[in-house]
């Protein structure tokens, strides 16, 4: 499928940008409808910047430090992405809860990607709830973003296991891994029309079922 100049994305980064790299890696093989328009950031120092530059994308750095309120911070940020003209606004890694006046500016075109399978442990540090609480299976969450706090409709998910040995930096690392490969996955089904909202579900149009899917952790 051929990239038109209309399929184009904002990525918003805080940190390293490992997301945004799997995003770019993705964009440049062919596999997902669509290239990095802008990589905007609220950190000057964010090494995902550094990546987007290796690679040609224009980047941009919006301090919320220099705005006297979230919403004013988010009509700078709504101002940038629209100039880029992205059709699609991806958060990876951005560590600012967005106001009601960004998700309102692009009604079902956000997308987040949250290191635990929601709706179980929003917010930050997903993997420390995820071994606080003992449970068997973990993984990450492509989501709408909506005006609550990881509360949009769930577009993929892709689970670990939690072994007994793990620390917070072992199972997030595993997390990880497949966080790089369910982001670009839901990118594509939007470019290609295959998401449908209902409510708090989203239908997946048209893509293959894996029958008799199952783990169990331990395994015998």
Known sequence: MAVSEKHTIAVLISGSGSN????????????????????????????????????????????????????????????????????????????????????QA??????????ALLPSFPGTHGPKQALDHGVRFSGCTVHFLDEGVDTGPIIVQAIVPVYDDDTEDTLAARILVQEHKIYPMAIRLFFQGKLKIEGRRVRVLGEPKIPEFFHRNPDA
């Open 20 to 103: 945004l790299q799997a995003i770019i890696d993705a964009s440049e093989r062919g596999e997902i409808p669509c290239r990095v328009g802008i990589v905007l950031s609220n950190k000057e120092d964010a090494y995902g910047l550094d990546r987007a530059k290796k690679h040609g994308i224009p980047t941009e750095v919006v301090s919320h430090k220099e705005f006297p309120t979230r919403e004013a911070f988010d009509r700078r940020l709504i101002e940038v992405i629209r100039k880029s003209g992205a059709a699609l606004v991806c958060l990876a890694g951005f560590m600012r809860v967005l106001t009601p006046v960004f998700v």
């Open 106 to 115: 692009f009604p079902h075109r956000i997308l987040n990607i949250h290191p």
